[in-house]
Structures are given as structure tokens and as C-alpha cells.
């Protein structure tokens, strides 16, 4: 007899949702079992995401492998370690992706996926509360959106100079039109981090006698009767547990889940032979499909320090700004990744925007440690919304602790070349225009000397970062290249579902957090419609 009737492994945005949701009925017995720490000090302030980017206590700190189309370096993988998952830790823009997104999904097959499908999702999950319940904004959801408050003439200056350059403003990217440059709209509120910790699971805690929340509860693999998962085993204070379920769904991301299902015998046959790895069941997509997008700044000095929070957070400003924090809820500890955002494209003939940039007013020494430059600048960074070039995640040990061979495979498609190569030329052009003349200064990296196409695509390989948005793992849709059919069930295995950002068949044009929640949502949908 199963001792819940549900067992969700991974407390992050889409695991969190989707408990929360089942949670409703408190009849139903649900485990939720999160690897890291139930929280954080720092995770509720916005600007956690810079401080939190190398600590081992909220963040996995996977890396990837090294490979010749990134200059063989090894590229950060920041995850979260938290309830909450990466929404816990991360940058805190809010992107829903475009219409276009989930109707080629359900081109692909996966049925229920279309932008009709899941635009009503999108509105259940958000309280946006700079609208008015039109264009499909959430008026009730149960995390509040907000569009950045704070004001600086320089973002006024960057505003007009897109448009002398030749694109739009866009009152709102997250209507069906998302082409143009923008105030981001942000899952903070108030000057608080709305995570899926915060905004799901703590109320569902609260609320549902039939809910538990296990943290420090590490997944050692998935258990299973011939062709059936009946539930998990897990190491909690070293010791082994197991529990068993009516379903079981792996919602541990898109670096994790997939690991986790090699770990548990189901994968390619050979590569978990080589690891010592007993075949359970054969299905060779797993751990491949694997996107993210890569990520390319630029750095400009400018002429006002007073618009660069280089130098208004630096010294006696940063006691200043976090005074203004502590107080009103504002200023730089109060900031989303960028606060401003352009949705664009590389093209005329193109359909919808295929590139997205971020523009910030300052500047860091080092992605991996987000440490501020010591001279007052910006920067505006850009990644191609649809990367075709694809990787892989695959274990590397039978060790569950061990982390997985991560490989982006970055820029291998001629399109992404392109495409990159085009947003970087496209953030010289808005910021060269003439209303940045009073701020603009020289440009400090890569430098003017980087001008041909053949120099910025070398200069992209061997400086960009990931953004952070791993996906499409355990890819769904029918077929041999997939892993989960269009209810998220696992092919050819009952009682096994999979429900995170690994199994987006595509990338979404955008960051992933609002989708991931929304696939949680849509997870839960589906489950109460089956049982």
C-alpha cells in the first residue's frame, strides 16, 4: 500500500507549484522532498541573486565541461539549494515567452500546450499588480508581479536612444506582443523576492494537514517494480529512506531530473552500462535536448557617476543604499538582475523578436562572483531567445552526489551564430545613438578594437556566461526523442511523471522561472484530471 499518494522530488518553482495546487484537497497525501536547506537569510532581498551566486549553502554550483566551441572553459551552472528552488536565488525577471512558443509545442505534438492552453496558467499564477486584469494579466494569483520602480535619468536616456535607433517601447512584454524595450516587470513586490517558497509552498505548509516538506532530503533514485515506479529512495541525516506512491514526479530541474533518472537505470543503455549502472528500462533521450541560452556583455564607462551604481553602492553608498533598502523597500538591494529589458529582432523578415538584452546601470569584475567594477558604468548584455545548438546532461559516476557531465555545445548552429553576432552589433547601435551621448563613455570590454563579425563571435566564445536557463532534458513529446508524452508521463513507465523546465521541447523566448511555475501548474491540472 503507498504511504502517499503522491511524491513530488524537487521544492523548486515547478515542484513547489504543483504541491501547492494538490495541496487544495487536504485529503491528498503528498511528500515533498527538497535536497537543500528549507531557506536562506539573505533569499527574501532581491539583490540575493549576486550575493547568493557562489555560496554553497543556497546554490549547487554545478559547472560544465570544458569544450572547444567556449574556449574550453569551465562555465558556472548556478542552481538552487533552497525551498524554492532557483526561484529562491535568481535574477527575479518575469517572462512569460511568446505566444509562438507553446503553439510550435503543440505543432510538435504535445498536445494541451498551445499558447490557448496555457495563457489562462499564466494568468492563475500572477497577482501583476501594475494592471488591470487585461491583455490576460493575473489579477489573483498567488505571486505578485511589479515592474521596477526605481528611476534614473539614465534609463530615461537608454529609453529614447532605442528609439532613435529604430525600435519600440512595449507597455507590456508579457501581453501577446512582446517586441520592445521595457521597464522589467519583476516577481518582487514591495522590495521582497516573491519566490515560489514564499508565494506556494509556505502558505500550502500552513493550509494542508496532507502536504509534508522534507528538506535535506537527497534523491538517490526512483523505485521501480518491472515497469511501474512505486516511489523513491532518499538519504536524509545519512541515513536511507524509502517511500512509495500511487505517482511519483521528478520536478528537480533541468540538470538534476535527468540524473536522476540515469542514476535509477532508465536512460541509454551504454553510457549507464559504462557507469556501472543496472538498465532498468532503455530511453535514449534522457539528458539530451539540453539548451540554455549563453550570454554576451557589454561594458561602457559613463561620464555621470551618479547614474552607475558603480559608484552609488560602492563604499559609504553601499551602507547608503542598504539604508534605503532597510527603509523604503528601494534602491539598488531592491533590483532585479536588469532593470530594463529590450525584446528584439536580429531581422526584419523575422516573425517575433529573436533576441533579448538586458540593460543595467552598472557593471560587475566577474559573473562569477557579481563583484561590482571600481568605475561608474553600465551594461547591456544580449542572448538569442531560441538557441537551436544543443548539449547534453548525463552522469558522470553512479554516485548520486556526484555532479553530471553538464555540455552546452554552445553556438554550434550557424543560427546562433548569427544571431549573436547581430545583438551584439544591435547594443553598440542603441547605445551609440545620440540621447547617450551625455553618459555614454568609452567602451571598456570588449573594446572598440573587436569589430569584425569573425572577432565578436571569438570574443563571445571565450568570455560569455550562461543565463542560467537549462532546459528541454527530458524533452517532452511522442517518439523516440523525447521522454514524457503531452501529460508529462514517463515513455513507457507507469506511475513515473517528470515536471520541470526539462521538459520544454523548446526554449521559451525569455527567462524560464514564469514558465517552470506554469508547468507546475499545468502538472497538477493534469494529475487531478486523472485521479
Known amino acids: 500500500m503507498a504511504d502517499y499518494d503522491y511524491i513530488i522530488v524537487g521544492a523548486g518553482s515547478a515542484g513547489g507549484a504543483l504541491a501547492a495546487r494538490l495541496s487544495e484537497d487536504p485529503k491528498t497525501k503528498i511528500l515533498l522532498l527538497e535536497a537543500g536547506a528549507a531557506s536562506h537569510p539573505y533569499t527574501r532581498m532581491p539583490l540575493s541573486f549576486g550575493l547568493l551566486i557562489d555560496n554553497p549553502a543556497a546554490n549547487w554550483l554545478y559547472q560544465s565541461e570544458p569544450e572547444p566551441g567556449t574556449a574550453n572553459r569551465v562555465i558556472p551552472v548556478p542552481r538552487g539549494k533552497l525551498l524554492g528552488g532557483s526561484s529562491s536565488i535568481n535574477g527575479l525577471v518575469w517572462v512569460r515567452g511568446q505566444p509562438l512558443d507553446y503553439d510550435t509545442w503543440a505543432q510538435m505534438g504535445c498536445r494541451g500546450w498551445s499558447w490557448r492552453d496555457v495563457a489562462p496558467l499564466f494568468t492563475r499564477i500572477e497577482t501583476f499588480v501594475d494592471g488591470d486584469g487585461r491583455n490576460g494579466r493575473g489579477t489573483a494569483g498567488p505571486l505578485k508581479v511589479s515592474t521596477v520602480p526605481d528611476q534614473n535619468p539614465l534609463y530615461d536616456a537608454l529609453f529614447k536612444a532605442a528609439v532613435a535607433a529604430g525600435y519600440k517601447l512595449n507597455p507590456d512584454y508579457n501581453s501577446e506582443d512582446q517586441e520592445g524595450v521595457v521597464k522589467t516587470q519583476t516577481s518582487i513586490f514591495k522590495g521582497r523576492r516573491m519566490s515560489v517558497a514564499h508565494c506556494y509552498i509556505e502558505p500550502a505548509m500552513k493550509r494542508s494537514p496532507g502536504l509534508r516538506v522534507v528538506t535535506g532530503a537527497h534523491m538517490l533514485r526512483v523505485l521501480l517494480d518491472g515497469k511501474r515506479c512505486v516511489g523513491v529512495e532518499y538519504e536524509k541525516d545519512g541515513k536511507v529512506v524509502q517511500a512509495r506512491a500511487r505517482e511519483t514526479i521528478l520536478s528537480a530541474g533541468g540538470i538534476a531530473s535527468p540524473q536522476i533518472l540515469e542514476l535509477s537505470g532508465i536512460g541509454q543503455p551504454d553510457l549507464l552500462r559504462k557507469h556501472g549502472i543496472d538498465v532498468k528500462h532503455e530511453l535514449p533521450a534522457v539528458g539530451e535536448n539540453f539548451r540554455d541560452h549563453i550570454n554576451a556583455r557589454i561594458i561602457w564607462r559613463v561620464k555621470d557617476r551618479k547614474v552607475s551604481y558603480n559608484h552609488m553602492a560602492r563604499g559609504l553608498g553601499a551602507a547608503t543604499q542598504m539604508m534605503k533598502y532597510l527603509v523604503t523597500g528601494g534602491g539598488f538591494m531592491s533590483l532585479p538582475s536588469a532593470p530594463l529589458l ?76 548569427r544571431a ?112
Not at 569584475?365 to 544543443?390: G, I, W
Open 420 to 531: 549573436m553576432v547581430d545583438g551584439f552589433r544591435m547594443m553598440r547601435k542603441i547605445v551609440d545613438a545620440a540621447p547617450m551621448d551625455l553618459y555614454r563613455d568609452s567602451e571598456f570590454s570588449p573594446g572598440p578594437s573587436v569589430r569584425s563579425d569573425e572577432e565578436i563571435l571569438t570574443w563571445i566564445r571565450n568570455n560569455s556566461q550562461t543565463a542560467y536557463h537549462p532546459i528541454g532534458t527530458c524533452r517532452m513529446g511522442p517518439g523516440p526523442n523525447a521522454v514524457v508524452d503531452d501529460k508529462l508521463r514517463v515513455h513507457g513507465l507507469e506511475g513515473l511523471r517528470v515536471a520541470d523546465a526539462s521538459i520544454f521541447p523548446t526554449m521559451p523566448s525569455g527567462n524560464t522561472n514564469a514558465p517552470s511555475i506554469m508547468v507546475g501548474e499545468k502538472a497538477a491540472d493534469i494529475l487531478k484530471a486523472a485521479s
Open 342 to 417: 529590450a525584446f528584439l529582432r536580429t531581422r526584419p523578415e523575422l516573425a517575433t523578436p529573436d533576441v533579448q538584452m538586458h540593460l543595467v546601470p552598472y557593471s560587475i569584475k566577474d559573473p562569477k562572483t557579481r563583484r561590482l567594477q571600481d568605475f561608474p558604468s553600465m551594461t547591456v548584455a544580449c542572448y538569442q531567445l531560441r538557441p537551436e545548438s544543443l548539449g547534453s546532461v548525463h552522469v558522470k559516476s553512479p554516485d548520486p552526489k556526484a555532479q553530471p557531465a553538464i555540455r552546452f555545445n554552445f553556438l554550434a548552429d550557424p543560427i546562433d551564430q
